[in-house]
């Protein structure tokens, strides 16, 4: 915490591709006053490490964004020769345009396997109310028996073979985790769609078996959101 306000770290070993030999090397060497005093101060750390460094945002704290980031990272490993190893850093400034949330969350995602910034489906708030689709905290207030919409990513699929052919969707948006029950046969017509996309929006009865809360799928959609999607965990 800092003045006041909270701040989430992630260790290195979340960065995908980054060596630990690296990371100990970086962790060792910090703080750094800028990305060209990391690359002098550690020059174990190879180009691809700082790229996804980079596109992760972990060196942010460097320089304005993660493209001003990206831009400094290509400018500090070609260096110009010793005649102007004396020039001031960042002289030329990035004319990269910073990120978009969707472009962030899906660097999130291939970079670390998780995002600390937004949850993708909060990007989809609006439209999905707008389609009757609940968020996943409001169905603790809806009564047993009544036909709700429900929408998330899909971060987890079981199927297994004691479950007699139902099928259990864990659908994640920004409030929670919602439940839906697939029967078997709801399970042969929507195959394709329960088992590849990323994102889904069901539509069912809700079950509330003494605080157990569940949706019993009518109907399925898949959403085409380009945003990046949690990865699932997939059970049989």
Known sequence: M????????LGFNYVRGLR??????MAAARPFASIDDLTRRVPVVRKDELRMLAEI???NVLVGHRRDALWEVER?????????????????????????????IRADFYGTGLTIGRHPMSLHRE????????AAVQLKGVRHGRIVRIAGCVICRQR????NGFMFLSLEDETGIANAIVEPEMFDAHRSVLVTAPYLMVEGILQNQQGAISVKLREVE????????????DFS
């Open 20 to 25: 630990k030999e690296a990371a100990e090397a």
């Open 222 to 233: 898949e959403l085409a959101f380009e945003t990046a999607a949690v990865p699932s965990h």
């Open 57 to 59: 945002g972990a060196l």
């Open 127 to 134: 439209s999905l109310r707008s389609r009757g689709v609940l």
């Open 2 to 9: 800092d003045s006041g306000h909270w701040s989430v770290r």
């Open 76 to 104: 500090a490993l070609r260096p110009a020769g010793p005649l102007l190893e004396e020039l001031e850093p960042g002289s030329c400034v990035s004319p990269l345009a910073s990120m978009s949330v969707p472009e962030r």
């Open 160 to 163: 297994p073979g004691t479950a």
